[in-house]
């Protein structure tokens, strides 16, 4: 088990006794998968995240935080940004689905963000400078 896995096992251990959930990979799989739009995970998925064996890919650590009360950073990192990330506040108008799109895209590395950037581009009409 390696230091980051460790930690991250850690933070959601500590975040569902804050939220009075069991940690316990048959109720949090129960919990999760009613939430989750993917293929289900397995209690054995669960039990990885909760003994630090593996950390949920992106789109299920933004459930993962959702269901502890957590931004997906916050679970993930400990609150603390990676180097060169940058904390953007959104404004209160932004959906929660938009929220987790630009999250989404700002986990992109730069040559698919490029691809996302030309495309909203094409799409809005605006000319490339």
Same mark, same amino acid.
């Given at each position: 088990?390696?230091?980051?896995?460790a930690e991250f096992a850690a933070r959601l251990r500590a975040a569902l006794e804050a939220k009075g959930?069991?940690?316990?990979?048959?109720?949090? &799989?129960?919990? #999760?998968?009613? !939430?989750?739009?993917?293929?289900? $995970?397995? /209690?054995?998925?669960?039990?990885?995240w909760l003994n630090g064996k593996s950390i949920p890919k992106q789109d299920k650590l933004r459930v993962?935080?959702?269901?502890?009360?957590?931004?997906?950073? &916050?679970?993930? #990192?400990?609150? !603390?940004?990676?180097?060169?990330? $940058?904390? /953007?506040?959104?404004?209160?108008?932004?959906?929660?689905?938009?929220?987790?799109?630009?999250?989404?895209?700002?986990?992109?590395?730069?040559?698919?963000?490029?691809?996302?950037?030309?495309?909203?581009?094409?799409?809005?009409?605006?000319?490339?400078?």
């Amino acid at each position: 088990m390696d230091k980051e896995k460790a930690e991250f096992a850690a933070r959601l251990r500590a975040a569902l006794e804050a939220k009075g959930i069991e940690a316990s990979a048959a109720v949090i &799989e129960k919990r #999760f998968n009613s !939430r989750y739009d993917g293929a289900a $995970v397995t /209690a054995q998925a669960v039990s990885g995240w909760l003994n630090g064996k593996s950390i949920p890919k992106q789109d299920k650590l933004r459930v993962l935080a959702a269901l502890v009360g957590l931004e997906p950073h &916050e679970l993930q #990192f400990g609150g !603390r940004h990676r180097i060169g990330d $940058v904390a /953007a506040e959104w404004p209160q108008s932004l959906g929660t689905q938009d929220r987790l799109m630009m999250d989404a895209y700002f986990s992109l590395p730069v040559a698919q963000r490029k691809l996302v950037r030309e495309l909203i581009a094409v799409l809005a009409g605006i000319e490339k400078r």
